[in-house]
Each structure stands twice: as structure tokens, then as C-alpha cells.
């Protein structure tokens, strides 16, 4: 039941986990700011309310599947994680150090709960794909559980993408629901300006989805689309969440530049005093 | 060689897969618009909900296996060799090889013996870009005998696998007894008399390095080991024949650079150098013609590794 209290408990997780990211990032000295913050109430809303998981049994056969295919947002998986009890969040801090489970991008078999292995980009939507599928020869029509695949906009770039999203729309995949962080940005720029992308939602459409579009720091309407997703039986999902990379640090916000750096220690500073003067503020914004 | 039986190494594939059908329901087959020519056909008509098609997506193909496998299926993806491993290394790498998936990788049409489709069709590296994946096995049989088996190896084997087929039908020269086990290589053949020289040979050319030694028995006595399995490499028997001949010829229809040449080097130089002469091909692109044609052309028929057979022994220091 999604209560008011519900909603805020899930946005104070996520202002606690936009701290956490900065912390560990700063720890790190290197890694990627923006995605990860624009996708915090995202992954709140999922390990905080939609998912179906136990922290403490991380290989139950029943689980959702949240398979990350932008691994270089990790950052923000693992702090999800960490505070939905899969592990210490102190252990965060050890994000990219040696000998660590949270690897620079995520590992299968470092981390359990990670679902796949996961950061060059463009392949994370076949894996999900293909699990999906075996899951639905095991569990007809619809599978025991779901499968979630998070995207990144600028990964929509690489042709292993495409494939996956046609052959996903050709075997009807509607256990499998895709999300793309529409937050604009990549690496070398805006993404209009490096490899245009629209129309997205007519291109998936094209490709035998049905898109649903959505602002990705409004944790209701988040959770309200996830819902409309299970009632399609005859396609796969796509997810258009538009999101503000940066979302929390105003300084930063929608400045591409913070695509691939890490806070240096005064920066993290100034971004913690912000992030924790806003607990559960970034959804009224949006009223 | 008339009364020789003749089959394609891909037809024992395709004769294990329909008895993989049968016995384990895991197993599931993904192929990229090549169902005939892999020898998938007969999997598909016969458990159409175990066939999975992908289009000519051949990086799909790779990610598609790795989901249903990380799921728990056991999928053979498959496709030529030029484009599976080819043109999906990075996605086999990623979400099968560090993703430590049971993906069975089938990569058809390996080597020159393709012909008539050319260099761009005739896959030359597989085996360089799959030995070098943590992880990874790379099985390449002889005949369409140890084909089947090593197919039914590579399913039963809890981790991922590459598996190198032919599309020629060559020399049928193991039976249903001959012994498979991955990593473990086994001699064809040994002459009477002490060897002189030992032949390490992969794949179907087996039958050209059998040829060359038998002919030449009597003026250099030979063993020939089947070297099925390239990654685990069986260090211990390679040394061992090394030891005990003291020259070496690697046969291959490979890139020498890479392939189960440059496996053996990297063995011998370690543990007991000697000389090795290498058949198989040297930084050169196929072209097309027909494939006893180019085997020859390319300089790994039998009177080719005849001759370095005596190369290598020649090199040999003397006392």
C-alpha cells in the first residue's frame, strides 16, 4: 500500500543515499557523480517498495531481477543496497579500492545481489532479455518474478542496444521492464549534440514497446508507471525517466562535466551540507 | 582413403544437440539466421520451444545466451566463427567470460577450408581471442566423432566453453571408444621407432599430420597427439612428448600467432625448450577456392608438415 508515509520514508532513503554516493566517491577519488544522483529516488523507489528482495538472502529463486546495464552508476546500486541491509554502509567507502566486493563497475560474482556483470555500455539490455526469456519458458505466461533493466541514455547510442530492443519487442517480453535515465548527458556532452536520440519513445514504439514516460525524481508517479507496466501483457516496457543528472547538488545539476568525476574533499563538503539540508524535498518540487 | 568415412565436424555438433535435447531441458539453442549451416536445424524442428532466434545480431546472440544462462539454461549460441567469437568479443568477454556464465560458444566454418566464401567468412583467430578470456575452454575437435563428444562435454562442464567446428567433411578418424575428456590430449599415432619429431595438431588437419607421419615413418619416426582441448592446455603430455623427441611440429588451420602455436610455445619455452616449427597460418588473410586448395596453398597439408617435421629435427643440436 503506497501510503504518504510510504513515499516520504522512501524519499528520506534517498536523500540518504545521495549522501552515501558522495561519501563514497570522495573515498574512491575517482567514479561518476551525476548518474549516480539523478538516479537515487529511482533506485529508492525500487529496493525501498517495488522489488520483491531479502536483503539477507540474496540468491532467492523468487526475487525481482534489477539488472543495472549502465554498471557505471553503480555507485548509487550499491549505496541502495547498503541501506536496504544487503551489507555494512560503512563498507561503501570501499568503492574501487583493492581487494573490494564493490568493484569501479559491478561484478557478478563479487557482489551478491548485483544480478550480472556490467559497465561497457550497450549490453545489459540482451542480458536482461535473455533472462527474462528463460524465466518464461520455466514460468509461463509471466514468470515467478520480474525483470527490471536500467539504462542509460547515451548507451541507447550502441547498436547491441537495438538488437536486444527488437528482439525483446519480437518475443513480447512483457515480464521484462526497461528504464532509461533520460537525464541528457554523456560523456563528451549533451546528447542531442553528440548523437541525437529522438524521438526515443517513438523508436521503441517502432520496435513493439509500450513506452511510458515519467519524472524520474517524483517517487509516486515512479512507482504508479512500474504498476501500469505489469497490467501490459503483450509487449515489453520501456521506462522514459527524466531525470537531472546532479539531481541534489545545485551547482552541479545538468552539467555534463560531472558525467565521469568524483567530488574532491571541499566539493563534498559543500554538496553533503546541501544534500542534508533537503531530506525529502526533491518530490515536492515536483507538485 | 576411399573406404574412409567423410562427415563435417559441425554434424557431430548437430547429432550431440539432439541428444542434449533429450536428456537435459536446460539446454536451450540461440542462433543468428544460420540454423542450417550451424546444424541446428534438426534441434529446432524437434524441440521448436528450445530454439531461440536472434536475426543476424550476432552481439545479441552473446548477450541473449549470457542472460539465459545467468538464469540457468545452458544455451549454444551459435553462428560462424567470424562473427561468434568475431564480431561479439567484447560481449563474450563482459557477460559470459568475467560474468563466469555456462554459455557454449559454437563458432562454425572455422579455418580456410570454408573456400569459395573468402577471407571474410574464414575465421583465422577464434582460438587467439578465446584463450586469452580468464575463464574460458576452448575445445577443437578432430572429426565429427570427438565433435559429438565434445559437445557433450562442453554442456556438462559448469562453465563457459568455446567450441571451433568445420564445414568440410574431413576423415572421420576417431570411433564411439576413443576417449574424450577436456584437457586431456591423446596420440593418434606413434611410429614403431623412437620418435624423432612430435606432431601437436588441432582440429580436422589432424588427418594431414596422421598422412605425413605415417609416410614418412621410415625416414623420421613421428607422434602425432590430438590436441582437442587448446585452453587447459594438457602442459604435462606436451611436455612429455617434447621431452621425449626433442623437436616439435604445431599443426593448425589457425593464425600460428595466437593459436595453438603460440599455446605450445608458451609451454615449451617455459618447461623444456626445443625446436618448433609451426603449420598454420602466418599473418595472412584467406582468400577464396577450394578448401584442399587452400590447405595447400597455405602450407598445412601433409607434405607441408612432412617438411617441417625435418625441419624441426634438423634443428635439433646434435650429440
Not at chain 1, 197 to 205: D, F, G, I, T, V
Not at chain 2, 107 to 114: L, Q
Request: charged content about 25%; some cysteine; hydrophobic content about 40%.
Amino acid at each position: 500500500m503506497l501510503t504518504d508515509a510510504t513515499i516520504k520514508n522512501i524519499e528520506l532513503k534517498a536523500a540518504a543515499i545521495r549522501e552515501t554516493i558522495v561519501e563514497m566517491l570522495v573515498a574512491a577519488g575517482s567514479g561518476h557523480t551525476a548518474g549516480p544522483l539523478g538516479m537515487a529516488d529511482i533506485f529508492a523507489a525500487f529496493y525501498f517498495y517495488i522489488l520483491k528482495h531479502d536483503p539477507h538472502n540474496p540468491a532467492w529463486e523468487e526475487r525481482d531481477r534489477l539488472m543495472l546495464s549502465n554498471g557505471h552508476i553503480t555507485p548509487v546500486r550499491y549505496a541502495a543496497m547498503a541501506h536496504a541491509g544487503y551489507f555494512p554502509v560503512a563498507e561503501c567507502l570501499t568503492l574501487r579500492k583493492f581487494g573490494s566486493r564493490l568493484q569501479g563497475h559491478p561484478e557478478r560474482e563479487k557482489l551478491p545481489g548485483v544480478e550480472t556483470t556490467s559497465g561497457p555500455l550497450g549490453s545489459g539490455l540482451g542480458q536482461a532479455a535473455g533472462y527474462a526469456y528463460g524465466a518464461r519458458m520455466d514460468h509461463p505466461p509471466r514468470g515467478a518474478f520480474r525483470v527490471y533493466c536500467l539504462m542509460s541514455d547515451g548507451e541507447q547510442d550502441a547498436g547491441n542496444t537495438w538488437e536486444a530492443a527488437m528482439w525483446c519487442g519480437a518475443n513480447k517480453l512483457s515480464n521484462l521492464t526497461a528504464v532509461i535515465d533520460r537525464n541528457n548527458i554523456q560523456i563528451n556532452g549533451m546528447t542531442e549534440e553528440v548523437m541525437p536520440l529522438e524521438n526515443l519513445r517513438a523508436k521503441y514504439e517502432a520496435f513493439g514497446w509500450h513506452v511510458l514516460e515519467v519524472d524520474g525524481h517524483n517517487v509516486s508517479a515512479f512507482i504508479s508507471v512500474i504498476e501500469q507496466a505489469k497490467a501490459i501483457y503483450e509487449k515489453p516496457t520501456l521506462i522514459l525517466a527524466h531525470t537531472i543528472p546532479g539531481k541534489g547538488v545545485k551547482e552541479i545539476e545538468f552539467d555534463y562535466h560531472w558525467h565521469g568525476k568524483p567530488p574532491n574533499k571541499e566539493e563534498a563538503v559543500r554538496f553533503l551540507a546541501e544534500l542534508r539540508t533537503l531530506k525529502g524535498k526533491i518530490r515536492s518540487e515536483h507538485q | 582413403m576411399s573406404d574412409i568415412k567423410m562427415e563435417a565436424t559441425r554434424d557431430g555438433f548437430g547429432r550431440a544437440l539432439l541428444e542434449l535435447g533429450e536428456r537435459d531441458k536446460r539446454v536451450v539453442v540461440c542462433c543468428a539466421d544460420l540454423a542450417e549451416s550451424t546444424r541446428v536445424l534438426a534441434f529446432k524442428e524437434k524441440y521448436p520451444g528450445r530454439y531461440i532466434e536472434l536475426g543476424v545480431a550476432e552481439q545479441n546472440l552473446a548477450t541473449i545466451g549470457s542472460g539465459l544462462a545467468n538464469y540457468g539454461k545452458i544455451p549454444f549460441i551459435c553462428s560462424y566463427a567470424a562473427f561468434n567469437p568475431g564480431r561479439n568479443n567484447e560481449q563474450i568477454r563482459t557477460t559470459i567470460s568475467l560474468n563466469n556464465v555456462p554459455v557454449k560458444i559454437a563458432g562454425m566454418h572455422a579455418g580456410v577450408s570454408v573456400g569459395p566464401d573468402g577471407a571474410t567468412h574464414q575465421a583465422l583467430e577464434d582460438i587467439a581471442l578465446m584463450r586469452v578470456q580468464p575463464n574460458m575452454v576452448v575445445l577443437s575437435p578432430c572429426d565429427s566423432e570427438e565433435a559429438y563428444k565434445a559437445t557433450l562435454a562442453a554442456a556438462a562442464h559448469p562453465g563457459p566453453v568455446y567450441l571451433r567446428f568445420a564445414r568440410e567433411k574431413t576423415p572421420v578418424i576417431t570411433t564411439p571408444d576413443t576417449p574424450f575428456e577436456i584437457g586431456k590430449a591423446w596420440v593418434a599415432w606413434e611410429s614403431e621407432h623412437s620418435p624423432e619429431v612430435a606432431i601437436f595438431a588441432t582440429g580436422p588437419l589432424l588427418a594431414e599430420a596422421l598422412e605425413a607421419a605415417k609416410k614418412m615413418e621410415h625416414a623420421l619416426p613421428a607422434v602425432v597427439i590430438n590436441i582437442h582441448t587448446i585452453k587447459p592446455l594438457d602442459r604435462e603430455h606436451i611436455v612429455e612428448h617434447a621431452r621425449a623427441a626433442g623437436a616439435v611440429v604445431v599443426v593448425e588451420e589457425h593464425q600460428v600467432a595466437g593459436g595453438l602455436g603460440g599455446a605450445v610455445a608458451e609451454c615449451l619455452s617455459e618447461e623444456y625448450p626445443v625446436p618448433i616449427e609451426f603449420v598454420g597460418i602466418k599473418d595472412r588473410f584467406g582468400q577464396s577456392g577450394e578448401p584442399k586448395e587452400l590447405i595447400a596453398y597455405y602450407g598445412m597439408d601433409a607434405a607441408h608438415i612432412e617438411e617441417a617435421a625435418k625441419k624441426a629435427a634438423g634443428r635439433k643440436k646434435s650429440g
